[in-house]
């Protein structure tokens, strides 16, 4: 089943990409055969489109006249997202973890360490399992991140949850981007 092309109604905005593309902002008609105007996002990428059945997808088109229409209309510049001050925004592989850990001076055996002092032996067993078994990384926010922290800050009073979320951000900076 084909649905008719939308046809253009409106620009609301424009902004290049990092590729050089462009991501737009539409109000369209006819979209998925909708006749009712709405908004949608439309990336237009610097190769023109072509639909899976082989016909040219004539909304660049359209948007080309609509800007040769309108020369006031300034297409943003690219901005490169800023990075988060929130680590809970930062999912951490245990390697980069531990790299933090290091690279702030703290031993390499810092976290079992760390896990020797909780004194309930089946809140150690978890931790230790939790910390040899995590493969698809740590989120701040996990309640057994929360809970290490917490029985770090008591064992190094200097350690505080400020300076913990510093070095978190800057470990996930090491080579990954942010989750989204």
């Given at each position: 089943?084909?649905?008719?092309?939308?046809?253009?109604?409106?620009?609301?905005?424009?902004?290049?990409?990092?590729?050089?593309?462009?991501?737009?902002?539409?109000?369209?008609?006819?979209?998925?055969?909708?006749p009712?105007?709405?908004?949608?996002?439309?990336?237009?990428?610097?190769?023109?489109?072509?639909?899976?059945d082989?016909?040219?997808?004539?909304?660049?088109?359209?948007?080309?006249?609509?800007?040769?229409?309108?020369?006031?209309?300034?297409?943003?510049?690219?901005?490169?997202?800023?990075?988060?001050?929130?680590?809970?925004?930062?999912?951490?592989?245990?390697?980069?973890?531990?790299?933090?850990?290091?690279?702030?001076?703290?031993?390499?055996?810092?976290i079992?360490?760390?896990?020797?002092?909780?004194?309930?032996?089946?809140?150690?067993?978890?931790a230790q399992?939790?910390?040899?078994?995590?493969?698809?990384?740590?989120?701040?926010?996990?309640?057994?991140t929360?809970?290490?922290?917490?029985?770090?800050?008591?064992?190094?009073?200097?350690?505080?949850?400020?300076?913990?979320?510093?070095?978190w951000?800057?470990?996930?900076?090491?080579?990954?981007?942010?989750?989204?």
């Amino acid at each position: 089943m084909t649905f008719p092309m939308p046809v253009l109604i409106d620009v609301l905005s424009a902004r290049y990409t990092s590729t050089g593309a462009v991501d737009y902002e539409l109000v369209v008609t006819n979209h998925c055969g909708n006749p009712e105007p709405e908004t949608i996002p439309y990336t237009r990428d610097v190769n023109e489109e072509w639909l899976p059945d082989g016909r040219f997808y004539e909304l660049g088109v359209d948007i080309d006249a609509w800007m040769f229409a309108h020369p006031e209309f300034d297409v943003a510049d690219y901005e490169p997202p800023t990075p988060s001050t929130n680590p809970g925004d930062y999912l951490l592989s245990m390697r980069k973890l531990r790299l933090g850990l290091v690279r702030n001076g703290f031993p390499v055996d810092f976290i079992p360490i760390i896990i020797s002092t909780i004194p309930d032996a089946l809140q150690r067993a978890e931790a230790q399992i939790w910390y040899e078994e995590t493969t698809e990384g740590v989120l701040w926010g996990h309640p057994m991140t929360q809970a290490l922290l917490a029985a770090a800050a008591q064992a190094y009073p200097n350690l505080t949850l400020e300076f913990a979320a510093q070095m978190w951000i800057e470990a996930a900076a090491y080579d990954a981007p942010q989750v989204p």
